[in-house]
């Protein structure tokens, strides 16, 4: 069963930092990976993407600097490393891809709050 699982998700206080992972099920990574949020009450955003060829990364403006997506290839895991986190990064964190034969696939999602 093809499918990606979250975790690493949590409750922190401002300016603390967590990391995400995203392991995949049933097929490889071979495409973009992404890291996207969905706050309470508001639209989604793509939080970050990672190349699958030469590793490049690209990130939002609100996350720049503070945000680091990463790739193993060997474990098939995607993880984004969170720093200096705010309240407004609260948010419902999803990882998506694309599967050559499947189409997009997303995972569950993991909660992070940020709040004292």
């Known amino acids: 069963q093809v499918q990606l699982v979250e975790s690493g998700g949590g409750l922190v206080q401002p300016g603390g930092s967590l990391r995400l992972s995203c392991a995949a099920a049933g097929f490889t990574f071979s495409n973009t990976m992404n890291w996207y949020r969905q706050p309470p009450g508001k639209e989604y955003e793509l939080v970050a993407s990672?190349?699958?060829?030469?590793?490049?990364?690209n990130y939002a403006d609100s996350v720049k600097g503070r945000f680091t997506i990463s790739r193993d290839n060997v474990k098939n895991t995607m993880y984004l490393q969170m720093n200096s986190l705010k309240p407004e990064d609260t948010a419902m964190y999803y990882c998506n891809t694309v599967h050559p034969l499947r189409g997009p696939v997303w995972g569950q999602g993991t909660q992070v709050t940020v709040s004292s």
């Open positions: 990672i190349s699958s060829n030469d590793g490049r990364a």
